[in-house]
């Protein structure tokens, strides 16, 4: 009997086992019998060919209708080129050189069906481009049926498969694993099976790969579907678990310390919000164990502030601050806001204060050693800084807090990094997000942390107005653009553009252009920025900024920008997070659909902070009635994060969301859908937790213990590979 952790070399042909770890990462018999199908192909259906896109490796079952040889230009000799429909007709061509050429006249013939499976091309423009093939694997079903019988089911599995390895290599490599099975040991217990009407995993794998109809199907995607929420929500609930019993120094309020008087000096009032949300991290705080608390909301709700109080709650009872963030254009203007709100209390010493350290990989290397020198001694009780922070070298005299800002630009190795610097105990963790997180993302990507939501703007935060400019079809709208923005300059505001990347420069940032993209390539802030200055926008005071900037010209552009020495900022994405400028009142996104949904509004949340009514431009060739444009139109049809979110996870592969972080390197997400099915990763949640409560080390559950080991084990293969 074949077991889960088996090498397949042990079971298939040396050469096949090497392919399918060189080409798909799969390593163990387990790996390949998760490799699940992408979709059935119906006896007697052939593929819709209207989805494909180019580059794509796909699998056609297809029609063959015509069989032609043609000569080759300026080369003599000739090549063959197959003319091949689906259902609807639509056509793909297969193209053949050489000698695969005349294998392929042998065995393809009009009216033959067959699979073919490789890299999709296209040539020919509009409505005379056509699909093409080069140089396919194939295999006619006629051919299969005689030799191995392998379509004389109903359904035939089309699995994605990659270069070198096809679809039916695959289905045969399984076929051996799958004869050779025998009953497996479920993780998953019988009676929770029988509440949820799941089948056996035995019974659910041979369905998925070997199905006789499509009931058969439905039934194992059920099961295994559960089984992907049921890991991970046990294997988070564990780690929350095993966080709560940590040790942490308790860091309760003050009634007269540092805290106390940075609330008596607010020119503003905190809103419900920001109260309500304020005395849940301060009872965390107080506790003898460490926080670990998200704490997501809206561009604009007043994050910072919440996450500066709890700063200095901490500070007052004895300990320090670290504010991580993402890039240092975001540390430097972290650094300049809570200095700014904290006024002479920054200042430290005798004003009774606490010093705030900014600590940044680009600080000059006496500054760096003063930085290192306050953290070390305790005399910044606030540090912000960015990786650079998690370096070795870097100490603290008594780290209480950890703040994270962007938490989907870090690892959960780099919150342990900073947990570790803590000494005796763990320190409290804080972790920051302004891309709002649907519930069942919430349970599933931070299961281990408490959520916190503020969804109230303060007062002062005025309404943003978006528009598609759509310049394909409309080119003079682009001129009234910026026309737009000239009319906010002359009322003494300021404006944003913002490009897709930088310029002609290697490893250049932002660069969103793709190898199979066929558009022109994604607009950049140099050639913007000389284009805006000689033409629509000449006379006006521009300035550019991006990441490959020296740290002190980011600065100085930054710092000149807030003082309303430039007019028009136009820059990369690194102003996507927490710059902000308040007499900022317009932004005009190139290329908007090379942007994602939550980046689009993350980045027009840097207008109409001021109580300045704000104006985001979303300046796009993508034709109406695209995905692009369906995109950009949803962005402008609302200000609503959470909303957007949903949208946002639709159009992205659940891996991309999650993370090996969270997943693990060969067990993400390939049967859960987070928006879809979260009455199944909910169920999966309660029933974990009552698993958990009553068999916390799973010591009744050893199958399912030894489950979640190996999807750890994953985690942290893929660390040590990363470090």
Known sequence: MTSFDEPTGKVLDPRTAKLLESVLDLRTVGDLLRHYPRRYAQRGELTDLDDLRVDEHVTVVGEVTRVMRKPMRNKGGTWLEVEVVDGRRSKIYLSFFGKASHIAETRLRPGARGMFAGKVGAFGQGERRKWQLSHPEFEMIDEAERDAGEFAAAL??????????????????????????????DPLPEDLRAR???????????????????????????????????????????????????????????????????????????????????????????????????????????????????????????????????????????????????????????????????????????????????????TAGIVVGTHAVLQERVQFADLGLVVVDEQHRFGVEQRDALREKAGGGRPHVLVMTATPIPRTVAMTVFGDLT?????????????????????????????????????????????????????????????????????????????????????????????????????????????????????????????????????????????????????LHQLRGRVGRGGL???????????????????????????????????????????????VAQSGRRSSLKMLRLLRDEDVIQAARDEAEAMLAADPDLAGHPVL???????????????LEKA
């Open 705 to 719: 213990r030894a489950e979640i080991d190996r999807l750890l084990a994953d985690e942290r293969a893929e660390y």
């Open 156 to 185: 035939v599995p089309i699995y994605p498969a990659g270069k070198d390895v096809t679809p039916w290599a695959l289905r045969r490599a399984l076929g051996v694993v799958l004869d050779t099975m025998g009953s497996l040991e």
């Open 451 to 599: 959520v916190s939501t503020l969804s109230q703007l303060p007062s002062g935060r005025a309404p943003i107005t978006t528009h598609v400019v759509p310049v394909a079809e409309k080119p003079h709208f682009l001129d009234r653009a910026w026309v737009r923005v000239r009319e906010e300059i002359e009322l003494g505001r300021q404006a944003y553009v913002v490009c897709p990347r930088i310029g002609d420069l290697e490893g250049d940032e932002g660069d969103l252009a793709k190898a199979d993209d066929e558009r022109r390539p994604p607009l950049a802030v140099l050639d913007v920025a000389a284009t805006l200055a000689d033409g629509p926008l000449k006379g006006l005071r521009t300035a550019v900024l991006h990441g490959k900037l020296p740290p002190e010209e980011k600065d100085a552009v930054m710092r000149a920008f807030a003082r309303g020495e430039v007019d028009v900022l136009v820059a990369t994405t690194v102003i996507e997070v927490g710059v902000d400028v308040p007499n900022s009142s317009v932004m005009v996104i190139m290329d908007a659909d090379r942007f994602g949904v939550s980046q």
């Open 613 to 659: 009514p704000g104006l985001c431009l979303l300046v796009s060739e993508a034709p109406q009635g695209t995905p692009a444009r369906e995109r950009l139109d949803a962005v402008a049809s609302t200000l609503d994060g959470f909303e957007l979110s949903r949208v946002d996870l639709e159009q992205r592969r659940e891996g991309d969301v999650l993370g």
């Open 196 to 378: 949820h009407g799941l089948p056996g995993l035995t019974e659910a794998l041979l369905a998925i790969h070997r199905p006789r109809d499509h009931a058969d199907v439905s039934r194992a995607r059920k099961r295994l579907r559960f089984d992907e929420a049921f890991l991970l929500q046990a294997v988070l609930l564990q780690r929350k678990m095993a966080a709560a019993a940590w040790s942490a120094t308790p860091r309760p309020r003050r009634g007269d310390g540092l805290l106390a008087d940075f609330d008596g000096r607010l020119p503003f009032r905190l809103t419900e919000g920001q109260l309500s949300v304020g005395e849940e991290i301060a009872t965390d705080l107080a506790l003898d164990h460490p926080m670990h608390r998200l704490l997501q909301g809206e561009v604009g709700a007043g994050k910072t502030v919440v996450a500066l109080r709890a700063m200095l709650q901490v500070v007052d009872a004895g300990g320090q601050a670290v504010l991580l963030a993402p890039t240092e254009v975001l540390a430097q203007q972290h650094h300049r806001s809570i200095t700014a709100m904290l006024g002479d209390l920054a200042a430290g010493g005798m004003f009774g204060g606490t010093a705030v350290a900014l600590l940044t990989g680009s600080l000059g290397a006496a500054a760096r050693r003063a930085a290192m020198l306050d953290a070390a001694s305790g």
